[in-house]
């Protein structure tokens, strides 16, 4: 079993920069693909970045459109912790954050291929 657990939401300013941690528990954390949706009011929960494993190569990042550019994801496997730094925040960035984890590498973007999630971490960036 996979406990996450979301850290570092806030109010932020548009323009503004946050860091959002998710914790991990588990001792294979350095296995898993981990990734962040998000969700705002009245829509569907949406996919903002994956971090994988490929081979040997570990922290390979793929972001959805919307926020190339902006946000970055990473991991320290040493402390079973990813993170996901967040520049030049915009309004419409506002939601619930959320970390999932899975078995297995891949770049998965979907709401249903991932089989924990945290408990999500609000955001809100004003205009």
Do not use: H
């Not at 693909?33 to 793929?62: D, S, Y």
């Amino acid at each position: 079993q996979v406990q996450l657990v979301e850290s570092g939401g806030g109010l932020v300013q548009d323009g503004g920069s946050l860091r959002l941690s998710c914790a991990t528990s588990g001792r294979t954390f350095g296995t898993y693909t981990m990734a962040w949706f998000r969700q705002a009011p009245g829509k569907e929960r949406e996919f903002v970045a994956v971090l994988t494993i490929i081979g040997r190569i570990t922290n390979i990042g793929n972001y959805a459109d919307s926020v190339k550019g902006r946000f970055t994801i990473s991991r320290d496997n040493a402390k079973n912790t990813m993170y996901l730094q967040m520049n030049n925040l915009k309004p419409e960035d506002t939601a619930v954050y959320y970390c999932a984890a899975r078995e297995g590498a891949g770049y998965y973007t979907t709401r249903n291929q991932y089989a924990y999630w945290g408990q999500g971490t609000q955001v809100t960036v004003s205009s």
